[in-house]
């Protein structure tokens, strides 16, 4: 039946629109006079979800952002205590000696592969969990709308809003030049960063991006990030084995997308006072971006 509401989804509507057709008919949504979200059903069944306009600005300690590079191994983590902290994708295999406040997973893939790790986190009502309408599409396929404890908070890419036609990524910049929260870089237009999660977020090829652009609308100001490695993208991470290994696309996008990405936010990031450190020494991205400081320093 799926495949038949697809088919008909792709015959009533032009390509601009394609990344919606597995969600009709059974998503419905309400958007708030800001842009978000306001109100999500599936299959008629209404869904909780935060009101992002009040999550604004309402982080007032340290934020911990929790990334997947290798070197998490090598670090304490319990000297990050007395912080918020803010989990992504695998990083959930910590739970127990790390407590995580907030959470993004933005991949769909890693929703389809990893359903014991992603249901866990659906039944931790400690958390906020920032994720997009595609995922939770995914999500639902193993799990009930009874069955969702944690919060759940809806962002989207700014390219890919929900019922809206897609936007090419070189033609945001123009398409948004109205709107002052997003920022683009002038040099390169492929390039930019979201000040509002509720109008969309800036994707740059990594969930860790996504992060960003959450913690600073959270009214993060000083943020610590562990696993940022952006090296030896063959390894797994530090969760995996190589037996177990989800497939990376960080390599074919650093070069012209991610570094890009992260030096740009930084600059942004600076000017809103706002300091993010990066725990992994031994970073590609050098001090340029973030300045990479040990965890002994914290």
């Not at 979200?37 to 007032?60: H, P, R, V």
């Not at 406040?101 to 389809?112: M, T």
């Not at 109008?199 to 009214?219: E, M, N, P, R, S």
Request: charged residues 25%; proline residues 3%.
């Amino acid at each position: 039946m799926g495949s038949l509401f697809k088919q008909i989804y792709r015959y009533t509507h032009s390509r601009e629109f394609r990344h919606n057709e597995n969600l009709w008919p059974h998503i419905t949504i309400t958007r708030a006079p800001e842009g978000h979200i306001a109100s999500i059903s599936y299959k008629k069944k209404n869904i909780n979800i935060e009101d992002l306009s009040k999550l604004k600005g309402t982080l007032n300690v340290p934020l911990s952002i929790i990334a997947t590079g290798p070197s998490v191994k090598d670090l304490t983590l319990s000297k990050l205590s007395g912080m918020s902290t803010l989990g992504v994708n695998g990083a959930y295999t910590l739970m127990g000696s790390i407590n995580f406040d907030y959470y993004v997973i933005v991949d769909r893939g890693f929703v389809e592969k990893k359903p014991e790790l992603v249901s866990a986190i659906l039944a931790n009502k400690e958390l906020i969990l920032f994720t997009t309408v595609l995922c939770l599409n995914e999500m639902l396929k193993f799990v009930t709308v009874e069955n969702i404890s944690c919060r759940l908070a809806i962002v989207e890419d700014i390219r890919y809003r929900i019922f809206d036609k897609s936007i090419p990524s070189n033609k945001c910049a123009d398409f948004f030049s109205g709107c002052a929260d997003f920022l683009f870089d002038s040099k390169n237009k492929h390039i930019g960063y979201s000040k509002d999660i509720r109008k969309g977020i800036v994707d740059a090829g990594t969930v860790t991006y996504w992060a960003l652009q959450i913690a600073f609308y959270l009214g993060g100001k000083d943020i610590f990030i562990a696993g940022l490695d952006m090296n030896n993208f063959s390894k797994p991470r530090f969760y995996e084995d190589e037996a177990n290994k989800l497939p990376s696309f960080l390599a074919g996008n650093y070069e012209t997308l991610i570094y890009p990405s992260f030096l740009y936010a930084s600059g942004i990031m600076k000017d809103e006072n706002c300091k993010v450190y990066n725990l992994s020494l031994n970073s590609a991205l050098g001090d340029e971006v973030f300045k990479r400081i040990s965890i002994d320093e914290v």
